[in-house]
């Protein structure tokens, strides 16, 4: 058995996580057939620490440190699966909220050689998420997981608790080509990605034993869009960024109006910010996953920023058109305009400013080009439509 545990930031939890788990594993299993593997992207002395521990402990330890955090926490734990010696992989957090007391209920549980991935949850019955720092959190953490299995109805049918980060996994039947992984949801992904069968074991989210909690709001818009990219693909992430930058744009044209600012400037001034915000959004949300093939960020940014002037530049007269002419409110016409350039501005950022760039191989030639202008849609999309089962 292998157990994967991502890391930032992590020292303080090191030593005693791992004497648990040989601990929790001795009964079950000879230490040498466990291994630990940690795949760390600190900013602190957290790879040192690994290292040290590893050197005194009773069961394998190896440490993968990447320079690169593709894929954020996702990214970590796919890549600590693929380098995994064994088969049965337990994904699990570095913090001490995810007891490794727990981890032989869940090999119990897979034994059984009916399933494909075994469910910690804190929502069955059994299970607790007294862990969690909040009521709000608690909150926050039980609309997400309704949402989401209303989503997909199908993949998640059975999971009461698939936002969990505690999970054992055969990893032959991961089929590792489709996912993109995304920020934290790695299970979400795996599960929404290919239909596998399921059970789940109770386990208790404890208090976080040190270092500070990674949940942010910016990890919650990184959810949100990666739910919009599981279920519809990336247009509809990128929808969600325009949307926010739509609103952005016309509450800063709306504000400057009221400042005073003509109407035409205000929007020129709107333009402009939320061109280089919305930029940013794409860049670490929606098209993450291109940015390696694609270049440097300065000459994605100069495509993006020079597309989305000539457009502004466009959609101005169009603006002023719909104002004297069709007598519609100024932001009331910034609005049509806005929705009107969406399409265009996807096209534009997926087949030009994301173009992945080809590469040579060993023999000088250079493969076809192709361009992932999205996703393939989740086959719950595909047999009921875009709302779902």
Not at 283 to 310: C, P, Q, W
Request: proline share 5%; hydrophobic share 50%; charged share 20%.
């Amino acid at each position: 058995m292998s157990i994967v545990i991502p890391t930032f930031n992590e020292a303080p939890n090191i030593a005693s996580l791992v004497e648990r788990i040989a601990t929790a594993v001795a009964d079950r299993f000879t230490l040498a057939s466990v291994e630990v593997i940690f795949v760390d992207d600190s900013t602190d002395d957290t790879p040192e620490v690994i290292k040290a521990v590893a050197a005194l402990a009773p069961i394998p330890v190896r440490l993968i440190h990447r320079t690169v955090p593709a894929g954020g926490l996702g990214g970590a734990v796919v890549e600590g699966i693929r380098s995994a010696e064994h088969d049965w992989c337990i994904v699990m957090d570095g913090d001490l909220q995810h007891p490794p007391e727990t981890i032989p209920v869940l090999v119990e549980r897979a034994v059984a050689g009916d399933v494909d991935v075994v469910v910690a949850s804190r929502y069955t019955k059994g299970g607790n998420a007294e862990g969690l720092a909040n009521k709000a959190r608690t909150t926050v953490s039980r609309a997400s997981t309704v949402v989401t299995r209303a989503m997909f109805p199908r993949k998640l049918h059975g999971c009461s608790d698939p936002m969990t980060g505690f999970f054992l996994i055969d990893r032959t039947s991961v089929d590792f080509a489709l996912l993109r992984p995304r920020g934290f949801k790695i299970l979400l992904e795996i599960l929404a990605r290919r239909q596998l069968r399921l059970a789940e074991v109770p386990f208790v989210f404890g208090p976080r034993a040190g270092g500070e909690s990674k949940a942010s709001f910016t990890q919650g818009i990184r959810f949100l869009v990666q739910l919009t990219m599981l279920r519809f693909g990336r247009m509809s992430a990128f929808a969600v960024v325009g949307g926010v930058g739509a609103l952005a744009n016309l509450a800063i044209m709306w504000m400057l109006t009221g400042l005073g600012v003509e109407y035409l400037w205000a929007a020129v001034i709107a333009s402009e910010i939320t061109i280089v915000g919305n930029f940013l959004l794409l860049e670490y949300l929606v098209f993450a996953d291109m940015r390696t093939d694609s270049g440097r960020m300065l000459h994605r940014f100069l495509k993006s920023f020079t597309f989305n002037n000539i457009e502004a530049i466009v959609r101005i007269p169009v603006i002023w058109l719909l104002v004297e002419e069709v007598r519609l409110q100024s932001v009331v016409a910034a609005a049509v305009t806005l929705a009107a350039a969406f399409v265009v501005r996807f096209v534009f950022h997926s087949l030009v400013v994301y173009r992945p760039h080809a590469v040579a191989d060993e023999t000088g030639a250079r493969p076809p080009e192709t361009v992932a202008v999205g996703d393939p849609l989740d086959d719950e999309v595909r047999e009921h439509g875009m709302g779902g089962a």
